[in-house]
């Protein structure tokens, strides 16, 4: 049975190779030294700046991951969430939503932003029954072309 738990420092490279895989299925490509960058720490980008990043594994593979990103005191974003497509439609993502919102409200956020690309469409159906709704950020990630937010 898959685990959600806590990610550690030293994951970072099998993360990045789950966001590698899941981007190629849908023709984007993952950038290290921007969009990604995040990637290269979990500890100093996300644990100690007020986030929280998570992991699903099963027998030993990272097959799910999900970033809490601080952004101000009220404000946080969803980075990151990607799922193994051997485990979608399984209620996995489900799962990460649920306890992504929970981790939000736990530390203190009253709204979450995320960034994506409207090629991944099943992860913008996942968002949209989350509450989820567009709207136009101050900035995109090179990669993302739709913005979305929800008050928690």
């Known amino acids: 049975m898959p685990e959600l738990r806590r990610a550690t420092q030293g994951e ?12 190629a299925m849908y023709g984007l490509e ?12 979990l500890n100093k980008y996300y644990f100690e700046n007020n986030g929280w990043f998570a992991v ?8 799910g991951s999900y970033g809490l990103f601080q952004i101000d ?30 981790k939000a409200k736990e530390l203190g956020y009253s709204e979450v932003i995320l960034e994506t690309n409207t090629r991944l469409d099943k992860a913008i159906g996942l968002y949209e029954k989350y509450g989820f709704v567009g709207f136009e950020p101050p900035h995109l990630s090179a990669r993302c072309d739709y913005g979305m937010r929800r008050k928690l």
Request: aromatic share 4%; net charge negative.
């Open 56 to 63: 699903i594994e099963d027998h030993g593979e990272i097959i």
């Open 73 to 102: 005191k009220n404000v946080c974003e969803l980075r990151k969430m990607y799922l193994s497509p051997g485990h979608q439609g399984k209620g996995l993502g489900k799962m990460m939503m649920t306890d992504f919102i929970n």
């Open 12 to 23: 970072e490279e099998k993360i990045l190779e789950l966001v590698k895989k899941v981007l």
């Open 30 to 41: 993952t950038d290290p030294s921007e969009t990604d960058s995040d990637l290269s720490d």
